[in-house]
């Protein structure tokens, strides 16, 4: 019995190479790329507007394991997904944002404060040097 259950492992296992690999790049990846296609790229990092997409993705590869009786998740499963992760969410940042400069209004004191400063102290500096050159 314990035979008939590992020989009965090794077919589920070898049906999830290629053939597998093959039926989620044609049924889902199909699929997935029409539908961020009609998504505007700039939007492709915002988690609001792409987690049913992804979604449905994911649930895809787990149908068509499921129908070719292989195992889920798999090596091939992870590979697929890290190829779609390097091809459409590349530049996005952990939180699922894109990642951009704040606003200028914002950045500006950032920059100019720290400016400021150092003329400031730089001033300071210079000044109470020639003060002191006349006391001794």
């Not at 492992?9 to 690999?21: A, D």
């Amino acid at each position: 019995m314990k035979q008939n259950f590992s020989v009965s492992q090794c077919v589920s296992v070898l049906g999830c190479g290629p053939h597998y690999e093959y039926r989620i790049e044609e049924f889902c990846l199909a699929k997935f790329r029409l539908d961020m296609q009609e998504l505007d790229q700039r939007h492709w990092c915002s988690w609001e507007d792409t987690v049913e997409l992804y979604g449905e993705l994911t649930n895809c590869t787990y149908l068509v394991a499921l129908k070719m009786e292989c195992f889920w998740p798999n090596r091939l499963v992870d590979e697929f997904f890290i190829r779609i992760h390097k091809h459409y969410f590349h530049d996005c940042s952990m939180s699922g944002r894109l990642l951009r400069d704040p606003p200028n209004r914002i950045l500006g004191p950032f920059i100019v404060v720290p400016i400021l400063v150092t003329l400031l102290m730089t001033a300071l500096v210079v000044w109470r040097s020639k003060r002191s050159e006349g006391i001794v």
